[in-house]
């Protein structure tokens, strides 16, 4: 279903249009998660093609590249498009987050969610995950990575699950990279493949979900 006042495909059943139910029981997280850093959408912007994303996270991705290419459909855009938040859908977006306080940090976990390391019973949600430090953190443990400045040159990123299985058994360091040649997970020691083609394990992510897309589009 196309939505008149967002310009595109609804994104929820409590959308902005008025023949769309009103409760909110018909929203899930889901439908507001941002497929580059998997969290619920903070500035929300579209490109070209339709597809939405944080600001912050579409310009990083961006970053440093000769052009611009959607993350999902690979669609190639001119290098000077602005980027223009969308602020009827940033509403619809901070209505759910005002209606839904289970995703706050306090919150109890939900069964996907990553737990702080360091709150006792790790019923906490992690706001970051350190890949110097090989542990998970909520905000109030995380501040110390924000303030001491021995800790704040340590490595953050969004919460990792699973975070034991991602560690290289050989150099105890995260596996940050995906080796295109033997198809596999690197860290950043893993020399022995210093002359094929590497990704980060993000970039190889999103291009096998572009990929997965792209077989949706051609089957429908």
Not at 35 to 49: A, H, K, N, Q
């Amino acid at each position: 279903m196309r939505c008149a006042r967002l310009g595109g495909r609804c994104w929820s059943w409590r959308c902005c249009c008025p023949d769309m139910a009103t409760s909110s029981d018909f929203l899930s997280e889901d439908q507001f998660q941002c497929s580059i850093c998997l969290d619920i959408f903070t500035d929300p912007v579209s490109t070209p093609c339709g597809h939405t994303f944080c600001k912050a996270c579409l310009t990083r991705h961006w970053a440093g590249k000769q052009e611009c290419q959607c993350p999902l459909c690979n669609n190639k855009f001119d290098k000077d498009l602005k980027l223009s938040v969308n602020t009827t859908f940033k509403e619809v977006v901070d209505n759910f987050k005002k209606h839904h306080p289970t995703s706050d940090a306090t919150s109890l976990l939900k069964p996907w969610e990553v737990s702080c390391d360091v709150c006792p019973a790790n019923k906490i949600r992690a706001s970051k995950t350190c890949l110097v430090c090989l542990a998970s953190f909520c905000e109030t443990h995380l501040e110390p990575h924000l303030r001491v400045a021995a800790l704040r040159r340590h490595k953050l990123s969004n919460p990792v699950p699973d975070l034991e299985e991602k560690i290289c058994r050989e150099h105890n360091r995260i596996l940050e990279f995906f080796c295109l040649n033997d198809q596999m997970r690197l860290c950043a020691l893993c020399t022995e493949h210093s002359d094929h083609g590497t990704v980060s394990l993000n970039e190889a992510y999103l291009d096998q979900r572009s990929h997965i897309w792209r077989r949706k589009e051609s089957v429908q």
